[in-house]
Structure formats: structure tokens, C-alpha cells
């Protein structure tokens, strides 16, 4: 009996050990959920060094209730307490980083440099005084109806005769000046357009921006530097672009070109330009065309240039533009007197021929000058179109010899009536 209640002892004793050890398991899996309750709180809530104070007098609790448990010493806890403070760790940099990489606030004006642009724009300057760098406002007042030039758009263009303000940085502080008088300068092309399809109806009704040239200088526009040069012929060399070492980047003027196809193309044109001082002008014809449309002029001449010589030797003609016969001095005259003109007769040509000074022309343009005053005037547009009425006989013949083989058909008008004196009968 002694040894079977010894076994029933010390099994009991095992029972009680092994319900007392299950309950400290019990208790140290609910203190680790109890904690990571609070963790998760605290980090939701709380700073991390608070939250690591309450970390840390949680982890002396439970070392004091498993003292003696070796599930207290369990890898798994030990690494899950470490997993919580990596995590803690990367929840936090998100907020430093965005304080790093936060966008940086605009530099405002100061107070001071408020105050001197509020000076700078309402001080009041006397004439002829400028601020460096301030932009000059368009004029206020002196506006002119469309279809007229004003004194205002005059006054901007005499300026750029001036080295010192044909320079980019002065255009560009007067860049609200020039687009008012560009605006009033395509205003009146748009007007004269209208006048001008109905003196030759071979113009087409283009819009201003398919006829106006730019402002800034090409020296390589042809057109624009023959009618510049023979349009101030002894009275501004500046004109002479196409020779001259004026690097200045803008023109002193405006301009625009007409044809069967705007202001390019290789029908002759109608090219009207004005500038201050006397140098605006209407001019007619073609510059330096190309070698075949040259090839085919001359070769109409010499067929028969009874058409070009009516048209050149009629008394409307003459009256704006000359004699139709070279000057002995040279000068320019009709279509005579261009500085591209050829020295000899060209190449298989007789030098006696009776044609040989139209046949020497390798450009063929007349021009006509206008005062500042008329230019100014409210009737310009019709002057302008009066001199086109004349010019257009010159121009269709031009064109027809350009464009048409010799063979007849170039020497005569499609409207034989306007030959004579510009006007149809």
C-alpha cells in the first residue's frame, strides 16, 4: 500500500504543477496581448518617448510575474518586442521626411522694394526723360481712326533712326509703344486692301498679316531692300540695306507687300512703305527675279517690246515716274538708273540692238515718293490707291512677260485699254 500511495502523491503533485505552469502561460499570453494594446495606442497618440517609458515599465511587470517561467524567455516574444520598435521607428521617419521635402515658401517683395516700385510708377518725368528699365507705356491720347497714320506711330519710327534705341533693350521697354502703332499700322493695310482689290482685280483680299513685313531687319529680303534703296535714292543712305554695314536689329519703318500671291512670290508686287522724313513711298514692279522669269522678260523684249514701251511712255506714267529713257548721269529714272544693271548687253545680245537699255535691266521697278503730311493726311489711302491705278498696267505687263513664252500672247494686254495712261477707256 506504502508505494501505491507514494505513486498517487507524486502523480498529483505532477497535476498540480502542470495546471500551474498552464496558468502563468495563460497570464503571460494575455499580458502580451494587454501590451500590444497599449503599444498600439501609445503610438497612435502618444510621442515615441513616452511610449518607450510605458514599454519599458511593462516589461519589468512582466519579468517580475515570470521571474521563474521560462516562457518569459521565449525567442518569439522577444523578437516580436523587437519588430515593434523597428516599426515604431518607420512610422515616425514618414513625418521627418515630409518636414524635409515640404515645398519652400516664394520669396515675397519687401516692404522697401514695394515702396520704390510704387514711387518709380508715379513720379512724373518731363519730356524727353526716360527711366532706365521702366517700361514706357502706350500713349493715351492722339489715336486716329482706322485707315490712318498717326503722329504717335511716327514718333516711335523716328526713334529707331536712333543707334542708341534700335537696340533690343529699348525695344523692349517700348514694346507697349510698338504694338500700338503695329496695331494702327495693320489696321490701314486692311483698309487699303479693300481700295486696292478694287483698282486691280488680280489682288486677292489677304488678311494684313499675309501683306505687312516684319519689323525686324532681313537683309536677305529682296524685294524690301530694292524698294528701300530706290526709294531714298540721294536722300538716306541708311536705306541701303543690302550694301550697308547697319547691324541695327530693327527697321526704321513699316511696310507691306501686294500680289497675286501677298507679299512673296514671283509676280511683281505693289510695296508700300512709310517712314519719317520725307523716305515713305509706293513702288511697283520686280527685283532681281528669278532666272527663268528674267530670261522670259528678256526674251519678250526682243520679240516685241511695244507693249512695256506704252506702258512706260504713258503720260500718267510719266508724271510720277519719268522720262523712259536712262539719265546720262546715271540716276534713277523709270526703270532706269538701278545699280544691278548690267554694264554690257547680255550674253547673245547685239549691243547695238534699239532694246539694249531695257534688255541691260536685271530689275524693273518704279517708285514714288510721299511727304510726312501726306502721309499723315487722312486721304493718304486714296493717294496711295490713285498711284496703284497707274502702276497697274506696268504690273499685268510685267507679270505676263514673267509667265508667258514669247509668242504673242505676252504682247498684248488682256485689257489693251489701260496701256494708255493707266486708265481703262
Known sequence: MAPSTSRK?????????????NGNKTRGRKTKHKNDSEDSDTEDHRDG??????????????????????????????????????????????????????????NKPSRRAKTQEEDVDELELEDGQEIVGAVVQAPATGQVPPGQISQNTFDFLAKLKDPACNDRQWFKLHEPVYRQAEAEWKAFVETLTDLLVEVDPQLPPLPAKDVVHRIYRDVSSTYLNFFLAIGANALDDDFRIRFSNDKTPYKKGFSASFSRTGRKGIFAHYHVAIQPGGHS???????????????????????DSRRLRRVLSAPAFVKYFGEPRPRKDGGRQSVFGNEDELKTAP???????????????????????????????????????????????????????????????????????????????
Request: hydrophobic share 30%.
Open 9 to 21: 502523491a507524486r502523480s498529483r503533485a505532477s497535476s498540480l504543477s502542470t495546471h500551474h505552469s
Open 49 to 106: 518617448e513616452y511610449a518607450g517609458e510605458e514599454d519599458e515599465a511593462d516589461d519589468s511587470e512582466d519579468e517580475d510575474i515570470n521571474k521563474y517561467d521560462s516562457d518569459a524567455l521565449d525567442d518569439d516574444d522577444f523578437s516580436v518586442g523587437t519588430r515593434k520598435r523597428k516599426r515604431r521607428t518607420s512610422t515616425a521617419s514618414p513625418q521627418k521626411r515630409t518636414k524635409t521635402n515640404s515645398p519652400a515658401k516664394k
Open 281 to 303: 513711298i509706293i513702288a511697283a514692279g520686280a527685283w532681281c527675279p528669278g532666272r527663268n522669269e528674267l530670261a522670259n522678260i528678256r526674251t519678250n523684249i526682243l520679240n
Open 347 to 425: 550674253k547673245g545680245v547685239d549691243k547695238e540692238h534699239g532694246d539694249i537699255d531695257l534688255l541691260k535691266c536685271r530689275s524693273f521697278a518704279v517708285v514714288h515718293r510721299f511727304a510726312d503730311e501726306e502721309v499723315l493726311a487722312e486721304d493718304f489711302k486714296e493717294k496711295v490707291a490713285e498711284v496703284v491705278r497707274v502702276m497697274r498696267p506696268f504690273v499685268h505687263c510685267l507679270n505676263d512677260m514673267m509667265t508667258v513664252n514669247a509668242g504673242g500672247v505676252a504682247g498684248e494686254s488682256e485689257d489693251s485699254g489701260e496701256d494708255e495712261g493707266g486708265e481703262e477707256e
